[in-house]
């Protein structure tokens, strides 16, 4: 913007240019980020190779945190779906030893299904 066009220019213009001017840096610093990220994770990559190492690297979200906040969301929710997948499978691995342990003492299941108590030995 130049010094003619801002002297012409209302307030609310003003704070709409300045607002604009942060959107189009903060995209250009993501863009930068991106490529500052894949340039260290080809590096360590190549490093790791030369030592034989089989470490993991970061996400993006994680090496830049605050710059990707859907990136973010999405881990988030992944890892929080994994969670609930571990839960279930650690609900499942007690039922499966409940019911070794029942038929290990000869209990078997539905034993008592559909009768009635008969107190008389009829």
Do not use: C
Not at 37 to 43: A, P, S, T, V
Not at 46 to 65: D, N
Not at 80 to 97: D, G, L, P
Request: charged content about 30%; aromatic content about 12%.
């Amino acid at each position: 913007m130049d010094a003619v066009f801002y002297w012409d220019m209302t307030y609310a213009e003003i704070l709409a240019g300045i607002a604009a001017y942060n959107k189009k840096r903060e995209s250009e610093m993501r863009t930068q980020s991106v490529i500052a990220f894949h340039q260290g994770n080809q590096i360590a990559f190549l490093v790791s190779q030369m030592f034989q190492s089989k470490r993991e690297g970061l996400e993006v979200h994680e090496a830049y945190p605050g710059f990707f906040p859907d990136l973010e969301q999405k881990a988030a929710k992944e890892k929080m779906q994994q969670q609930h997948w571990q839960i279930m499978k650690a609900r499942i691995e007690a039922y499966a030893a409940n019911e070794a342990e029942k038929r290990k003492r000869g209990e078997r299941r539905g034993d008592d299904a559909g009768r009635t108590a008969n107190f008389n030995n009829d």
